[in-house]
């Protein structure tokens, strides 16, 4: 949970600290632990903004106070991690779900992107607000215009990203 090993070929990684994770994938002998307790220390690596706002915050303190480790069948339970694969699947996966992304527009997805990662911070009526301003800002770009085309042509869109 303080740290994760980078996958192969990754241009972003999605390690706590560095980036809020979109997608986490682990392995089947991946192990997580906020095992800075065990070690003297406190929470690192922005672990106490994280990690109650993945498990809750009863679970949280049970994995910061006691530092004990959590197998990936577990870490999927908890919402540690969006997937489980065999070692030898971790790449075609992470590919998968890497193309399944391109599928949406640049500029949508950046916007969507940021209104959930601040929703936490926010009151309903300011994520309304901020999803209209989002919304108006996305009519205006050629990736809507070239979205509706698709949809009438009955294509897969040819994102510009603006």
């Known amino acids: 949970m303080g740290r994760a090993a980078r996958p192969p070929a990754s241009p972003r990684p999605s390690v706590r600290g560095w980036s809020k994770p979109t997608h986490t994938v682990a392995t089947t002998r991946a192990r997580f ?10 929470l690192d690596f ?4 994280l990690l109650p706002r993945i498990v809750g915050l ?3 303190k049970e994995l910061a106070l006691s530092g004990r480790m ?3 069948d577990e870490a999927l339970a908890l919402g540690l991690v969006l997937d489980v694969v065999d070692p030898d699947e971790l790449e075609p996966t992470v590919a998968r779900i890497a193309d399944g992304f391109l599928q949406g527009a640049p500029v949508a997805q950046m916007f969507a992107k940021q209104a959930i990662d601040r929703s936490w911070d926010g009151s309903f009526e300011e994520a309304l607000s901020w999803e209209g301003q989002s919304q108006s800002i996305c009519l205006s770009t050629d990736d809507f215009v070239e979205g ?3 949809f009438h042509q009955k294509r897969p869109p040819r994102w510009k990203g603006g």
Do not use: K, N, Y
Not at 33 to 42: A, D, K, T
């Open 33 to 42: 632990s906020e095992i800075f307790v065990r070690r003297g220390l406190s």
């Open 46 to 49: 922005g672990g106490s903004w």
């Open 58 to 60: 009863q679970r949280a």
């Open 70 to 72: 959590v197998e990936a």
């Open 148 to 150: 509706v085309l698709a």
